[in-house]
């Protein structure tokens, strides 16, 4: 997780240069983990596109699939409800802030343009970028199956579907359409929690 390394009387630059380095250790780290997804998506992808005239390259997929990871690690949290004694783990993944993070990645420098409010984003304020947010409620039947990471096949599906016109949109420097895919994890996980009264309600 990240913190709030705002001090008081601190350096902005300095601040902002140490967030830069834990950012780049977080994202060091993250790469060290070995994702079971990326070999099968990246030959389910690569026979797609064989007959494509663009050469596939392997690393942009697994620039892709850790950039989601590093993002859905990052904002995991843990949902507690005392009204119902239950918590449990969730994860949300924004496919918008998936492509910024590619586009500084691949773009030539003298493209990264931050985002300009153009006269018609203006007329339309707030609907200018649209919103949308999807919940994904899991079914799980061990208790190793319910993180918020064992159902990932809808925020693969959001990412690839959001990607080319986000980066279009990147390009133009407009502001690509907020998508935020939310899992949710259960509280059977070894990090959730259920009262004795939430059993008893669930068994009823």
Known sequence: MKEDLTIQGSNPAEVIQRQEIK???????VREIK???????????????????EPFDPKTVEDILYTFLEQGIDNSRSYESEKFGVSFPFTVVD????????YRQYAPEDKL????????????GTEAVRHRREFVF??????????????????????????????????????????????????????GVMSPEFLEEVKA
């Open 35 to 53: 994702m079971p997804h990326i070999a099968p998506i990246s030959k389910l992808i690569e026979k797609q596109f064989k007959k494509d005239s």
């Open 23 to 29: 950012d780049l250790e977080f994202k060091k780290t």
């Open 113 to 124: 343009e931050e985002p300009t409010v153009t006269e018609l984003d203006a007329e339309r």
């Open 138 to 191: 899991g079914s799980f039947q061990l208790i190793e199956h319910g993180n918020q990471f064992t159902f990932t096949e809808e925020i693969f599906h959001q990412i690839m579907k959001d990607l080319p016109r986000a980066i279009e949109k990147l390009k133009e420097g407009e502001e690509p359409d907020i998508n935020e895919v939310c899992i949710i994890g259960s509280p059977t996980t070894l990090t």
């Open 95 to 102: 496919t918008a802030k998936i492509a910024r993070s590619l």
